[in-house]
């Protein structure tokens, strides 16, 4: 099985869709904890504007992954969308100012190392 | 906190298991949806397809499931340490993938997935000090 160029343009989509998801909840969850009065869970979720932008940055990536699904096998798509756990942890220390110290760094380019052989046996 | 209760419950070390199983549920729940409508070319006969396959509502139960898990680790946890250790699903993916789709396990494939696992345990399971506040 082959992938087509198509099909090689909706697996970025993918990996940047669910890192904005990813974003937006996360950001979300911290203003949460800021806020002295608690909500509760579902009430939470319903009423932060950023959890409903996540919510259709998640929704995206849902119609995109099907799509991908369709001409890929599982065992090599899944995998390629690993590139997210590189992109995740940058986007939280670009964006939300976490600390990346050298450790995560390093199993990050393990993970990216991963993606790389796994990928490579999917064309 | 009315979240807290559910919170603490949540996010103890099992959370680990439940997440990668409800994801790996999730991937072979989309990956049958797929069968479902692999004859349609994209557009209004996909969609229609796609939302009267089971499977289909099968991923969004466990879509909700794996946001109410995730949210939970994201209150104690920073993105950039809690994210990748959610990869730990590639495992099960895998097996998954060759044992109900009969996908094979090519040894570059396997090698890949083992390098992925190595980078999880460099990141670590243990929340730390230095990453386990965002700020």
Redesign the interface.
Known sequence: MTLSPEILLLIPFCIIAETLSVLCFKHGVNEDEKNPVDVGFITMVLTRPLFWLGIFFWGMELVAWVVVLEHTPLSIAFPLMSLVYCSVPLAGNLFLHEKLPPRQWLGAVLIAAGVALVGSTGA | ????S?TKFLSKWFLWILLPLFNTLN??A??L??SV??SDS?GLSWFVH?AGSPYIWM?FCC?AIN??L??AI??RH????A??LT?I??AL??T???VF?H?P??L??L??????????????FEPTA??GK??
């Open positions: 906190m009315a979240t807290g559910f991937q072979v989309l990956k949806t797929a409508v692999e994209f796609a991923s879509e946001f109410a995730w949210l994201m209150k920073s993105l950039s340490q994210f990748p990869a699903s590639y993916i895998m998954t993938s060759w789709f996908e396990i090519l570059k494939e090698l890949g997935v083992m390098l992925i696992i190595a980078g999880i345990a460099v990141i670590g230095e990453s965002s700020r």
